[in-house]
């Protein structure tokens, strides 16, 4: 092929295409979040007069921030999504790794049918039954708790756990097992050998299980609505809904809420993404 | 069962590994959703007696003025919902996650400002989109005279014929981080060894991709398709935390989610109905149900699946 300057330019212009499309669609996605940040440290003059620029010495303040921590008892909300985020996905990952090892392990009579029993509620959400589950909170007596959140959260993060635990662990060799078995080891300490080399499937039972436990409003709204056991998403909603004209503490509040989260995911979003890829590859 | 893979013991073990999750899983979301299908069939007393009413709370929706027009609202509404999520957000995943796959620093960077709407709370999603468009702050539409299309702007979110669009979009914008992450890993996945080939016979990047790469995903094309059916039939914060219960204007973002709620809890004037809610969610379960069996029988079934 005769290579003319004209084909020369274009070839490194396409080159550059893919980046400019990246680019473009990096700002759309960051533009958002940044004018939040940004402004939420500002005075309101600030934020109507200059809403494009970092906060300057002329209207820097923190105004919003004040008002968030006088009016809304954010510590107890973060408190209580940490509290009902971890002990889910603890619970989740533990209960699941034992039904994914039994379903991985053994070949027992109506394994596939328990495989099958079990993989529903990946494809059917659990809202659909709220009806019914709020009956039975009622009946526990386990309106208004934590706990009610954390049942109703670790039932519905298990099938998928268990689905993508029992992929992993048909990947352990046979050998480590079985040499462990003939040392005399019974199935629980087999199981509890087997149970730190799943950790590569964390990431991504993480990233699908728990950020959507973290950010979910529909539960706690209708089973746990009271002030004591809002989590930040229903205690950002209530908040908001009672201060939307003070737009301060609109964009304090907000950016207080978003804060934890993108910590934890600029530390470990390379962690999570591998983890998620990583069953792809094999 | 054929012969067992190892000689079988006493499987009091195999009881104990699969009780916690079995009865935890059964007891607070099999249960409940099946109580929830039973209870469409009943009526509810004021004392929570239960009356068994047959098919009547059907009928009630399909036809009854009170709750007729907005099911078929709803389900139209979900269904334009849907339909923008097929068609904005799968494909800009795809194409998204076709320019991540080539590697290197700067894509990974960008890989994780894309993803990171995804990972953040719909309340808060919700909250800055109204900020960002509201005429009051003026943020959007100076935006969009610096492109000279200030023209453009309007109250999208407060007019009945753009509101649904825009909360579809701000939707997309969020989740597109889903498609995305599924079509990257899936296309990481496949070996060099495959378009190497191709790349020396002179084959363009455009003709890899099309000829040889997206065969291969395949598999993954219908599974995004079926999680977008399944989260968008479910969809309820979004426009809850925009729009408030009554999916405003003129219930003009209405879906199903936002209808369930709604008829389970009452709004305004209106006393909630479990009963009537219950039934909304039944009908909810079948369309997810059908979207589900559908993908199953004619998708995975017949995509041809490659051991890469």
Do not use: C
Not at chain 2, 176 to 185: E, N, Q, S
Not at chain 2, 219 to 241: E, Q, R, S
């Amino acid at each position: 092929m005769k290579t003319t300057p004209f084909s020369r330019m274009w070839d490194s212009i396409k080159h550059f295409i893919p980046l400019v499309i990246l680019t473009i669609y990096a700002i759309i996605a960051l533009f958002p979040v940044i004018m939040i940040l940004i402004n939420s440290f500002k005075t309101r003059k600030g934020i109507f007069g200059a809403p494009f620029t970092f906060p300057n010495a002329e209207n820097f303040s923190l105004v919003g921030y004040e008002t968030v921590i006088e009016r809304a008892e954010f510590p107890s909300y973060f408190l209580n999504s940490a509290i009902v985020t971890f002990v889910a996905l603890a619970l989740t990952l533990l209960i699941g790794a034992m039904a994914a090892f039994a379903l991985s392990e053994y070949d027992f009579p109506g394994n596939a049918l328990m495989a099958l029993y079990l993989s529903i509620g990946i494809m059917i959400p659990i809202r659909l039954g709220t009806v019914g589950i709020l009956r039975l909170m009622v009946g526990l007596k386990l309106v208004n708790t934590l706990t009610g959140l954390i049942l109703i959260y670790t039932a519905q993060a298990l099938p998928l756990t268990i689905f993508i635990l029992t992929q992993f662990m048909r990947q352990v060799p046979r050998d480590l097992k079985d040499a462990a078995r003939i040392d005399g080891a019974s199935e629980y300490r087999v199981f509890g050998m087997i149970l730190p080399l799943v950790r590569p499937a964390v990431g991504a039972i993480g990233i699908f299980t728990m950020i959507p436990i973290w950010n979910d409003l529909w539960f706690p709204l209708i089973i746990a609505p009271s002030e004591q056991t809002a989590t930040v998403t229903l205690g950002v909603q209530q908040f908001l809904g009672q201060f939307v004209s003070d737009w301060n503490a609109v964009l304090a509040s907000l950016t207080l809420a978003m804060i934890p989260i993108l910590v934890l995911y600029i530390l470990f979003s390379q962690q999570m993404i591998r983890s998620i890829t990583a069953g792809s590859i094999k | 069962m054929q012969e067992p893979k190892r000689r079988f013991r006493f499987p009091l073990h195999i009881a104990v590994f699969l009780a916690p999750a079995v009865l935890l899983y059964t007891l607070f979301m099999v249960v409940p959703l099946l109580n929830s299908l039973r209870l469409s069939f009943f009526e509810l007393g004021n004392q929570d007696q239960q009356r068994f009413a047959g098919l009547q709370n059907y009928i009630k929706l399909f036809t009854d003025s009170n709750f007729a027009p907005f099911f078929w609202r709803a389900l139209r509404n979900n269904l334009v919902f849907f339909a923008i999520h097929m068609l904005v957000q799968n494909p800009i995943g795809l194409l998204l996650a076709a320019l991540l796959a080539e590697g290197g620093r700067i894509r990974n960077f960008f890989r994780t400002i894309i993803f990171m709407p995804t990972i953040l709370s719909v309340v808060i999603i919700g909250f800055i989109w109204q900020l960002i468009l509201n005429p009051l702050w003026g943020v959007a539409e100076s935006m969009l005279e610096a492109v000279g299309l200030g023209d453009w702007f309007g109250p999208w979110l407060g007019k009945p014929e753009t509101a649904l669009i825009t909360v579809s979009l701000i939707s997309v914008w969020q989740f597109i981080g889903i498609p995305m992450i599924l079509f990257y890993a899936a296309l990481i996945g496949i070996p060099d060894e495959l378009t190497e080939a191709a790349r020396v016979d002179g084959a363009t990047a455009w003709d890899t991709f099309w000829r040889i790469k997206f065969p291969l995903i395949l598999p993954t094309v219908g599974i995004v398709g079926v999680l977008t059916f399944v989260g968008n039939f479910n969809a309820f914060d979004l426009i809850y935390t925009m729009k408030g219960a009554n999916a405003g204007p003129d219930f003009a973002t209405d879906i199903m989610g936002t209808f369930f709620f709604r008829t389970f809890f009452g709004q305004q004037l209106q006393l909630g109905n479990p009963a009537m809610g219950a039934t909304v969610a039944a009908m909810m379960f079948l369309i997810i149900l059908t979207g589900v069996l559908l993908y199953m029988y004619f998708w995975a079934r017949r995509v041809q699946t490659y051991e890469l």
